[in-house]
């Protein structure tokens, strides 16, 4: 038999007929069920604001620090913070705090960009740059003495491993990989190539190195004598660092964010930068000021933060238009450094 229902009851009659005449939900509790919605809709709301204020974060420029690229920030104590940057084929620069980031002295020491700085103390430092130059000093950087790589690739980055022992990292064109280390305090140096050009470095102890590069991640449990490649591959991993010895995150240039929990035996992918579903980033560094809480920067301004250890991620919204390069952690914030040369603080909500 054909029911002739007024146009008003028909759709509703539609809907007990799709939820079936035995369903639990019966046509006359939608009301309820609709103002249900309506209160669960509001918290979400609420929440995505309180969110959506903490995305936001307090900034400031210090200064203009050089014309050029800042490479790199390193904190030596409470109260000193060093850097190197420059411009590739002509300028080297280094940078020193001393009043934890309020002044800062800028003096060029090379005709070359400098990317990567480490210190046993306040007063021995070394850098590395552009051809395989290697610079050491002894009193602060008031006075560097020169070392040129004989394979000429260059150094991305240089870590104090101890006393004794330091590695470098470098190559080029994706594939010249090289590592070398020194173990009589930077006065010679053993070379290692790779196929794959290496970027990052990162100790979790005084014998275990993470370093990281185009498509490879290895790691050393012999202060770099000898190397065994990881289980992670599918970006140009740029930057890694561990906030335990078994904690850690490895950055892709493409976007890439992969995580370990058990000292790199296993890497668990967080972020594909790969894919097309993902929005477009371009990472540069990553730090952690503590097990929980860390932060990622890149290009445009880019700035991530995580307080569960790195398994979700939080972009903050109010940014410089910059390219972050470097990054430094201060008591309620951090410093950044950025491609056109100049130095930004921000502060957490």
Known sequence: MKYNLPQRRRGAEKFKFYLGRNSFFKFHKCKILSVF???????????ANSCQK???????????????EISELKRVDDSTIIGVGGERYAHG???????????????????????????????????CGYDGKILQSTNAGVDWSITQNFLWRLMRNVLWLNDSVIVSCGGSGFTGGIISRSTDKGASWKN??????????????????????????????????????QKATGDFFVSISFSSTEHGIALGLAGTILLTDDAGENWKKIRNGNSLTNQSWVFRKIIFRDFNNGYIIGDKGLLLFTSDGGNQWIKIKNTPDANFTSIVLMDNGEIVGSEEGKLFMFLEN
Do not use: P, V
């Open 37 to 47: 919605n309506c209160l669960l809709l509001t918290a979400y709301c609420l929440l």
């Open 54 to 68: 903490k995305q936001e974060w307090n900034w400031s420029e210090l200064k203009q620090l050089s014309q050029y």
């Open 93 to 127: 620069e280094f940078y020193y705090s001393s009043d934890n980031g309020k002044t800062w002295n800028e003096k060029e020491i090379l005709n070359k960009q400098l990317y990567g700085i480490s210190f046993l103390n306040k007063d021995t430092l070394i850098a």
């Open 192 to 229: 290692d190539t790779l196929t794959s050009e290496m970027r990052g470095l990162c100790a979790t102890d005084e014998h275990t190195i993470f370093c990281c590069g185009y498509g490879k991640i290895i790691k050393s449990i012999d202060g770099g004598a000898t190397w065994q490649q």
